[in-house]
């Protein structure tokens, strides 16, 4: 064969070896950063929904109770770390603030989860997480206490895994980080399907049982415990990032549920007919 057509053969096979495919790549990433909750009434929005929440907190066992206070207390405050506040433009940056106590030392724990706005009953709720998330996000202000704090979420199957957010004995606001591991179902590769199957469910701070439980303590004259000071923890600006990519193809759209929702929405023949012959 002549040199010429040698060469044209080979750039003919190479061309095909190297062809992508026409409608995307499995190893495609597309990321976002999404912001679940800033604290200052700020909705989440995912597919043109509105999502607001109202946190709660509940501890366990050893919590301590008073005559004039029971543990945890849960509030909405007007403070954040600079960077947030710079951003937010103004003095008005919210954040997430809870005092705990515990008569006990241990592994004792307090949980802040999320809850509707608009649900009367105040009952849990998880928020919807879009696509595949990779890292979950927030600034966490501690006391140098060695407690530490975790995150929950739910994958696609609506088995619950635990991320590690690291140790809160630092003083100050600081921006704690965790990488999602990747072998967490999050969307499913059955359709049509949902690209927020996943959720976020909540937070838990957990104490060391070396540590102390609360700051300190006031006594009258005689000794006896008159006031418990206790310890303070502040959340800013719970956020992911998450890989939203999701393949092209010829009929993609019906694995919308929305759209799926759209086509079906007049309803169907009964008895498997579906026209006439």
Known sequence: MKKGNLLAVFGIVLANLVRLPAFGDAGTVEMESRILD??????YVVDGEEYRYTWKAVASKFTTKTSEQTFPVINVITTAPMAIARQAGDAGAKSLGVQGAFDRNGFNWIDIYPTRSDDADQQPAEIPLLGRTRFIDLWVWGSNLNYRLEAYIRDNRGVMHTIPLGSLKYTGWKNLRSAVPT?????????????????FVKLR?????????????????????????????????LKVLSDIYDNIYD??????PKKINQLWSGGGAGGGTAGEN
């Open 38 to 43: 800033k604290f200052d009434g700020t909705p």
């Open 183 to 199: 072998g967490i179902p999050m969307v499913s590769n059955i359709t049509p399907r949902s690209t927020h199957a996943t959720t």
């Open 205 to 237: 701070l957990w104490t060391d049982p070396k540590e102390r439980t609360y700051v300190d303590i006031e006594r009258d004259k005689t000794g006896k415990i008159t006031k418990i000071v206790p310890f303070y923890v502040y959340f800013s600006q």
């Open 251 to 256: 009929g993609d759209e019906l694995s919308n």
